[in-house]
């Protein structure tokens, strides 16, 4: 997507999108980060923050999916945070039959002053998330992070260490740090961790003036780009095959030869485990 300022808008394209794809037969969804809103300015994210389990942001993912029969996992979207002026960046996954199944809050903030001029300081705006979190889906067991997590290992290998086949990365990478780093980061994070990666990516100009880098892509557990969207609006599909992500595991079984271990937090939500399909 190339989201911008206009809720309404968004939703409608957000809504195109999704039909499409599921008509193409799609059976899960990933939506880029800010799909819902683009702002122009902190403020208007801050006016747009819905209460947790309350909006027309929410409702609109849990009629989609319910709609569509399809599990959704939701971008990101402005919900309200406990420290005053500030939103967290919250990622809700829906089952085929509208329910919320899970809620990542984007833990890692994109502060930083890049070569280019361009600054970034979230944390001036966002309050950061604190879970991990696996979600049990029909496709496999499915980890939910946001775009500068990308760059943190660490928090993809408790995914793993939860069981993780699928990460879900929703994204909006800077036109200037993606041409760099995003295909790198989203090929490694599959690799080293023997999964599939969806990374749902913004990717054009926005009415705000930001750039994004795009190049929306899912990979394969052997690092292989499947399939790919350079920018601009619409949606890439690839399927998931958990028997050949299986053999994957079991001749090449790094996964099972590390020596160090990570623990803290996590949150493991509901679904069922079964067999493989469409991302």
């Known amino acids: 997507m190339v989201s911008g300022p206009v809720v309404s808008e968004n939703l409608d394209e957000a809504g195109r999108q999704i039909a499409a794809a599921s008509a193409a037969g799609a059976q899960l ?20 923050a819905e209460p947790d389990g309350k909006g027309p942001i929410q409702d609109f993912l849990a009629t989609q999916s319910r709609q569509h029969r399809v599990w959704l996992v939701g971008g990101t979207i402005p919900l309200a945070a406990k420290t005053a002026g500030k939103v967290r960046a919250a990622c809700l996954m829906f089952n085929d039959r509208g329910e919320r199944v899970a809620r990542y809050d984007k833990i890692h903030l994109f502060d930083v002053e890049l070569s280019n001029g361009e600054k970034y300081h979230e944390s001036n705006s966002f309050e950061p998330g604190e879970k991990v979190v696996v979600v049990n889906t029909p496709y496999g067991k499915l980890g939910l992070a946001v775009c500068y997590d990308l760059r943190f290992p660490e928090l ?84 998931c095959d958990r028997v050949r992500q299986q053999k994957v595991r079991k001749s090449l079984p790094s996964i099972h030869h590390r020596k160090l271990r990570c623990a803290g937090r996590t949150s493991v939500a509901g679904g069922r485990d079964a067999g493989s399909d469409h991302a």
């Open 29 to 48: 969804v990933v939506l880029p980060e800010n799909f819902a809103l683009m702002p122009l300015n902190d403020a208007d994210r801050l006016a747009a």
């Open 156 to 239: 993809f290998r408790r995914l793993l260490e939860q069981g993780a086949e699928i990460f879900a990365v929703p994204s909006a990478f800077t036109a200037h740090t993606g041409k760099a780093h995003w295909e790198v980061l989203v090929r490694a994070r599959a690799i080293e961790n023997l999964v599939y990666v969806v990374a749902a990516a913004q990717g054009g100009r926005h009415a705000n003036g930001r750039e994004t880098y795009g190049d929306s892509m899912i990979v394969s557990p052997w690092g292989e780009v499947l399939t790919r969207l350079p920018d601009g609006a619409g949606y890439v599909m690839a399927e």
